[in-house]
């Protein structure tokens, strides 16, 4: 983004990281989100989206500087609240291995279903210009390590069983990524049950001799 930032641009502000208020996007970016939901990031153009928006397409290119931009933000959006809500997550378990192993997996769940149309974009990736694409990298990477470490610290304390931990922790991830690809909110299962059995099949992947707390009693 460039100039005229209103509020909306900006992460919010999450002090419980189960909780999912409306998403807040600046009126372009809801445009966008939905034109890319609906005809994919090749499939979309500036102009469908200034139309969509009600706005011109000076506004657009004023505020986003170009499509690649409007893809940019919204990954960036999406990336950013998911590792501040994994982060809290991480930290309310206070350096409990399998409650922090728990909160983490339910929480990456909890927001591919509650934003899974912002989550979903990770598809398009694809079409990121090299230096998009790193930074958009570097973030996700961030959230792979924070895994990553619990699962090591997990196999050190005897608690879990695995034979590579990155390879799970990656495994773990495109796991729970691929959530964005079936989930509708209209179906029968809630985004709570969903979570509680990836947090289940989780445990299960990494050998997990030990159950956590039920979630209800880790709030």
């Known amino acids: 983004m460039k100039h005229g930032e209103s509020t909306t641009d900006a992460d919010p502000r999450i002090d419980d990281w189960r909780a999912f208020a409306p998403l807040d996007l600046h009126p372009i970016l809801v445009a966008a989100l939905e034109q890319f ?7 979309t ?4 989206v200034a139309s969509r928006a009600e706005v011109s397409l000076p506004m657009i290119y004023y505020r986003f500087e170009n499509k690649q931009g ?4 919204l990954l960036d959006r999406a990336m950013s609240e998911v590792l501040q809500r ?17 909160n983490v997996i339910e929480c990456i769940v909890l927001h ?6 912002t989550a979903g974009l990770d598809s398009e990736l694809r079409y990121l210009e090299p230096a998009n694409r790193r930074k958009y990298a570097a973030l ?5 390590e924070l895994l990553l470490q619990i ?12 034979d590579r931990a990155p390879d799970t922790s990656r495994a ?48």
């Open 86 to 102: 994994a982060r809290l997550a991480d930290t309310e378990a206070e350096g409990r291995v399998l409650e922090r192993f728990a």
């Open 70 to 73: 409007l893809l940019v933000a």
């Open 172 to 219: 773990l991830l495109g796991m729970c990524q691929a959530v964005t690809g079936w989930y509708h909110a209209e179906g029968p299962l809630t985004p709570e049950e969903i979570a509680d059995r990836y947090v289940a099949i989780s445990l299960r992947t990494v050998g997990a001799r030990v159950r956590p707390a039920p979630r209800g009693d880790r709030r």
């Open 45 to 48: 153009t500036v102009r469908e």
């Open 140 to 144: 996700r990477k961030e959230l792979e």
């Open 151 to 162: 699962i090591e610290e997990g196999v050190a304390e005897g608690l879990f069983e695995v």
């Open 112 to 117: 591919m279903t509650y934003r899974a149309a």
């Open 37 to 43: 939901r609906e005809h994919g990031y090749h499939g």
